[in-house]
């Protein structure tokens, strides 16, 4: 610490200095925890994260045999796709990947094409074969197949036709906490799937969860997804925003699954409050408040009931060995009053006519 230095940290390297004096982290920030915004810099410099060792309580797999199921898992056609399938509409555009809306065919199905560079295709390949491997699920979207041409890769997957929770989440839109509970029942599901076969999705937010014309809840993008294996930790890049991520993840140290119900609280408080906590402040300093503030909790002005506020307990717990796996949440009396399905899509469709009223009205 150096109450001399404009970033209140002396002795840096020029690029953490940069780094620091465009972060937001302000002095008295540096001054007050001088640890943590060190790990801060080093997350924001590499994005370095660690997978815990310590998971003795299932049999895990070898790298090795990782490798092998996710290779065996992606399966790749030559084929050219369009002719298999004819491109409807742009859907949406993501990093690198542009989405479209398509229909096969033969039978009239509508699926959700995916294309990207073949610069992409290594990155594609685990994010498509860990989806693959674990897309049986009625919580996770299927991938139906992958075609790789000289010019672009194309992934066929599961559309869902109400798109990302995002588009049901804001300021403006009051989420009774029976729907709130639905969404966090769905997502326990698919990521307890998930864990169980000791895969982590790494990415749990409100644009990674898609929504079905039956209300249904599934999770997508694996493009951050990791395996557990029993082979020694390696660091592995992470790239994106921090607002969702948990505590230890930013800091660099070990972690396993429950990074992902960490995700699952901070998407919670998303519905509840129209965004997830610290929003407002740039990455890197939401990232550092993220370590060194207490865990996010409900509004009091909410009027929000007890069973949420200790649902949100057991999922924003910043020790996360005490914090919940999503096995355990499934039997929490908050998911026992989930909105049944009438209800939930009822609600999705008065807050999509919301969103385009406001939108015509220029408040949104």
Not at 197 to 225: P, T, W
Request: with cysteine.
């Amino acid at each position: 610490v150096d109450p001399d230095d404009d970033t209140g940290l002396g002795g840096l390297p020029d690029e953490w200095k940069a780094l620091l004096k465009e972060s937001g982290i302000t002095k008295e920030d540096a001054i007050s925890n001088p640890d943590q915004v060190v790990k801060t810099l080093d997350f924001g410099l590499r994005g370095s994260i660690r997978l815990s060792k310590d998971r003795k309580k299932r049999q895990l797999q070898t790298e090795e045999t990782v490798k092998r199921d996710i290779e065996n898992a992606f399966e790749v056609s030559e084929e050219d796709p369009l002719e298999t399938y004819q491109v409807v509409r742009k859907l949406g555009q993501g990093g690198s990947a542009s989405v479209y809306l398509a229909k096969e065919k033969a039978s009239g199905k509508k699926v959700a094409l995916k294309m990207g560079s073949p610069d992409d295709l290594e990155m594609l390949k685990n994010e498509v074969g860990l989806q693959a491997l674990c897309g049986r699920h009625p919580n996770v979207v299927e991938v139906y197949a992958t075609y790789v041409q000289p010019h672009q890769v194309c992934i066929a997957m599961e559309y869902m036709r109400r798109g990302p929770l995002t588009a049901y989440v804001g300021k403006l839109v009051q989420w009774p906490e029976a729907c709130i509970a639905r969404v966090c029942r769905e997502l326990a599901e698919g990521l307890a799937f998930l864990h169980q076969h000791n895969r982590i999705h790494r990415d749990i937010k409100s644009d990674n969860v898609l929504l079905g014309a039956q209300g249904e809840v599934k999770i997508a993008d694996f493009g951050f997804a990791a395996t557990l294996c029993i082979d020694q930790a390696k660091r592995q890049t992470m790239v994106g925003t921090p607002y969702w991520m948990a505590p230890e993840l930013i800091s660099g140290e070990a972690y396993d699954e429950r990074v992902d119900v960490w995700s699952l609280g901070v998407t919670a408080l998303e519905m509840a409050h129209g965004q997830p906590p610290f929003l407002g402040e740039p990455p890197l300093r939401a990232a550092l408040l993220i370590t060194v503030s207490g865990p996010p909790r409900l509004r009091a002005a909410g009027g929000w009931g007890a069973p949420f506020s200790h649902f949100l307990g057991r999922c924003l717990d910043k020790a996360s060995d005490r914090r919940a796996e999503a096995a355990e949440l499934l039997r929490h009396p908050f998911l026992g009053g989930a909105a049944p399905r009438e209800e939930w899509v009822a609600f999705l469709d008065r807050t999509l006519q919301l969103r385009r009223t406001c939108k015509a009205a220029g408040l949104a």
